[in-house]
């Protein structure tokens, strides 16, 4: 009978406290990975400046987060998870010193569960790096889409997906607004002085794009980057790898803490198995 009780004594201990520490730390963790979260990605997008080294700063820390170097025109990093506040981004000619005078400077404020995409646009001669904010959601059952003009050699462009018309007259260095468009393969032309460019693309339902025309040695090209897939979910490539900056960490799994209160009551068991072995042994004697 003793034997029972102190077996079922434990028991409820050991669920007690997986209850206690066990179902708060996985709950932490879940939370984490969303509160006071955002985005940020940067980009290349002036077709005449050559290539930069980027970087990411916290207001609060003077080492940078994230370092990418040798930039060239084009180019997109993937979405780097960031937490929640005030940030600077700067722009230094490829191979500067990090403590060099940045070429250009902004800073950007980053609100938890929306994304950012920070980019030196214009030419050389008028460069300057633009905050877009990036959207997230779609309308239920399409996808959504906007176009950067990155073009220099059209600097007016007309984009079309399918019949949809994305922007009739999109200057150099400017962004159109999201809009909605029917989901699935489709075709997007590209029309600047009097020549239509053509190629083919894929939107699934409730995904976000963002199509960047470029100059490329046949004249223009667009390309597809994929916000997001799936309203309410972190952007596409936001994982926390981190690209020459250190990636930041959650909180510890609760698995530890559950392993340490198991060895704890397994341990207490055992004493008590052990007491109640020389509590019958005494008594034999």
């Known amino acids: 009978m003793f034997f029972r009780n102190t077996t079922k004594k434990l028991l409820m201990l050991v669920a007690a406290s997986a209850l206690l520490l066990g179902i708060p730390a996985a709950a932490a963790f879940a939370s984490s990975a969303t509160a006071g979260t955002g985005w940020i990605r940067l980009a290349h997008l002036s077709p005449n400046t050559p290539a930069v080294d980027v970087y990411l700063y916290s207001f609060d820390d003077s080492t940078a987060m994230i370092v990418l170097h040798h930039v060239a025109y084009g180019t997109v990093s993937p979405y780097e998870s960031v937490k929640a506040g005030d940030y600077s981004v700067a722009m230094r000619a490829a191979g500067a010193s990090a403590t060099s005078q940045p070429v250009l400077s902004t800073s950007v404020t980053i609100t938890g569960g929306h994304a950012y995409t920070v980019a030196g646009m214009g030419p050389e001669s008028g460069l300057r790096l633009q905050v877009m904010n990036d959207d997230l959601s779609t309308p239920s059952g399409q996808a959504l889409v906007r176009v950067i003009q990155a073009s220099l050699k059209q600097q007016v462009v007309k984009v079309a997906v399918g019949s949809t018309v994305l922007a009739s007259s999109l200057k150099f260095a400017s962004v159109s607004p999201y809009q909605a468009v029917s989901p699935g393969a489709a075709t997007v032309t590209l029309t600047a002085g009097g020549t239509n460019t ?32 799936g309203s309410g979910k972190p952007p596409s490539g936001g994982v926390q790898t981190g690209f020459g900056g250190t990636a930041p960490h959650g909180p510890g799994s609760a698995l530890p803490w559950l392993a340490a209160i198991g060895a704890g009551s397994l341990l207490a068991l055992t004493g008590g198995l052990r007491l109640r072995r020389n509590r019958q042994l005494t008594a034999r004697i």
């Open 198 to 229: 053509t190629s083919g693309v894929t939107c699934a339902a409730g995904t976000v794009h963002t199509f960047v025309v470029l100059d490329s040695a046949s004249g223009l090209e667009v390309v597809n980057l994929e916000d997001a897939s």
